[in-house]
């Protein structure tokens, strides 16, 4: 193995059954404190969420031709539109809301095989150009400060909970080698839920009267519910709301893809081609939300496995995927998770929600957007201003009517708009998108 450790391992199969096993494993735990935390700050399912996580990296896998080894976990970036569509409130359930929103992101997931379309036919240069880092910053920096208020809300529960799944995740990414440098969030949860348990913060009624084995979809938060309790003006403003989120995740997919390609020295941009993983990535996320499964996305956690086993072979992935699917079979296991302290999910959102915002700043940087054009700083403004101070509400804070259904406008829809309207009329523009790097 460490001859190859150098160029990397392309055929995992020369490794054994054992070591690959592990490795598997490995990426699975990599994803799973991410991935877990998104149904517990929704109100989703955990079982479900790690079934279409499993299934969402299959089928991407397939579109892909086997080639790409990336894992696909619950995305972050839709928590607004969840939280602007079906809220989570103390002793409240959400879960007639959550198929509205579920809906929402399903239509979200369209919107990549509309652009892989697109590229396919015009090149990703020329789509690209309409959605520069000026646009796409500003919204996923919006993104994570329109949630900063759950999470301190979440923590204020009980602060010593919430401080010590904190400083764990820090000291770990921070001082960590090794393993526990790529699973910071999921020892964080841990410990803090240990601490939560000491203080009598855990209730573990429901873990025992779980199943070991059941099926992991519930048909009350899936899309086929919404039949039940059908509003067609709450189905448009879920839409309106969510959609425009897929403008900031498909430059996120692509800052993955091209940080996959840089890790393994293979461009997956040009082969399989850039279409192909974002049509992965959006049939993905919207069968997961046809389901009432999370948005999927392309998993950074992964990658930083990938550079630190220098395995690079895609079946890896695969075996974590299958791994995924079979804990999601097990409702005891997902009853244990949902027992987390609140402070706990509060702690770890706290920095999550930050990371979001801080991978928005990287994008204006690493990008080198000019703030002395006249031209940025109106988009940025106006970005940042209308998405975080326009709140939403059940009426709406803009709102209007299309004959008897009524459109309301969460701020990170304003936002995105504008800023998209703004970048196309303005004169100045000096993005250019590479392909080829």
């Given amino acids: 193995m460490n001859n190859h450790q150098n160029n990397g391992i392309y055929?995992?199969?020369?490794?054994?059954?054992?070591?690959?096993?592990?490795?598997?494993?490995?990426?699975?735990?990599?994803?799973?404190?991410?991935?877990?935390?998104?149904?517990?700050?929704?109100?989703?399912?955990?079982?479900?969420?790690?079934?279409?996580?499993?299934?969402?990296?299959?089928?991407?896998?397939?579109?892909?031709?086997?080639?790409?080894?990336?894992?696909?976990?619950?995305?972050?970036?839709?928590?607004?539109?969840?939280?602007?569509?079906?809220?989570?409130?103390?002793?409240?359930?959400?879960?007639?809301?959550?198929?509205?929103?579920?809906?929402?992101?399903?239509?979200?997931?369209?919107?990549?095989?509309?652009?892989?379309?697109?590229?396919?036919?015009?090149?990703?240069?020329?789509?690209?150009?309409?959605?520069?880092?000026?646009?796409?910053?500003?919204?996923?920096?919006?993104?994570?400060?329109?949630?900063?208020?759950?999470?301190?809300?979440?923590?204020?529960?009980?602060?010593?909970?919430a401080l010590v799944a904190i400083f764990v995740v820090i000291l770990c990414n921070i001082f960590g080698k090794g393993m526990i440098k790529i699973v910071p969030i999921l020892i964080g949860v841990v410990v803090s839920y240990i601490v939560g348990i000491i203080m009598g913060e855990v209730d573990f009624s429901a873990v025992e009267q779980a199943k070991?084995?059941?099926?992991?979809?519930?048909?009350?938060?899936?899309?086929?519910?919404?039949?039940?309790?059908?509003?067609?003006?709450?189905?448009?403003?879920?839409?309106?709301?969510?959609?425009?989120?897929?403008?900031?995740?498909?430059?996120?997919?692509?800052?993955?893809?091209?940080?996959?390609?840089?890790?393994?020295?293979?461009?997956?941009?040009?082969?399989?081609?850039?279409?192909?993983?974002?049509?992965?990535?959006?049939?993905?996320?919207?069968?997961?939300?046809?389901?009432?499964?999370?948005?999927?996305?392309?998993?950074g956690e992964n990658t930083g496995v990938l550079n630190l086993s220098k395995v690079y072979d895609p079946f890896v992935v695969r075996l974590a995927a299958v791994f995924a699917i079979i804990f999601s079979f097990c409702p005891k296991f997902s009853a244990i998770i949902q027992t987390m302290p609140t402070a706990t999910v509060g702690g770890i959102s706290l920095i999550l929600y930050g990371m979001i915002s801080a991978v928005g700043v990287r994008n204006i940087v690493e990008n080198q957007v000019d703030f002395t054009k006249t031209r940025n700083v109106i988009i940025a403004a106006l970005i940042l201003v209308l998405s975080i101070g326009i709140k939403y509400s059940a009426a709406g804070a803009i709102a209007f009517s299309i004959g008897e259904v009524t459109i309301s406008l969460s701020g990170l829809a304003v936002g995105a708009l504008v800023g998209i309207i703004l970048n196309a009329v303005l004169p100045g523009k000096d993005y250019e998108f590479k392909d080829e790097e």
């Fill in 212 to 299: 070991w084995i059941g099926l992991p979809i519930r048909k009350e938060m899936t899309v086929l519910a919404l039949f039940d309790n059908f509003d067609a003006s709450l189905l448009i403003t879920s839409v309106v709301t969510i959609v425009p989120i897929a403008l900031a995740t498909i430059v996120e997919h692509i800052g993955d893809i091209s940080a996959i390609s840089s890790t393994t020295k293979r461009n997956y941009i040009k082969d399989p081609g850039l279409h192909r993983t974002l049509m992965g990535d959006g049939l993905a996320t919207t069968l997961a939300s046809l389901f009432g499964a999370p948005a999927n996305t392309t998993y």
């Fill in 11 to 161: 055929n995992a199969k020369e490794l054994g059954v054992g070591k690959v096993t592990v490795l598997g494993l490995q990426h699975m735990f990599a994803m799973f404190g991410a991935t877990v935390l998104v149904p517990l700050l929704t109100g989703l399912d955990v079982s479900t969420t790690l079934l279409f996580a499993g299934l969402g990296t299959l089928l991407f896998h397939c579109i892909t031709k086997m080639k790409v080894p990336a894992f696909l976990g619950s995305s972050f970036a839709f928590l607004g539109g969840y939280s602007a569509i079906a809220p989570m409130k103390d002793d409240v359930s959400n879960v007639e809301m959550i198929p509205y929103a579920c809906f929402g992101v399903a239509c979200a997931g369209l919107v990549y095989l509309l652009l892989a379309g697109l590229i396919k036919l015009f090149s990703a240069k020329k789509v690209m150009r309409f959605f520069p880092p000026i646009v796409t910053g500003p919204i996923i920096i919006a993104i994570g400060l329109t949630l900063s208020q759950s999470a301190v809300d979440n923590c204020a529960n009980n602060w010593l909970v």
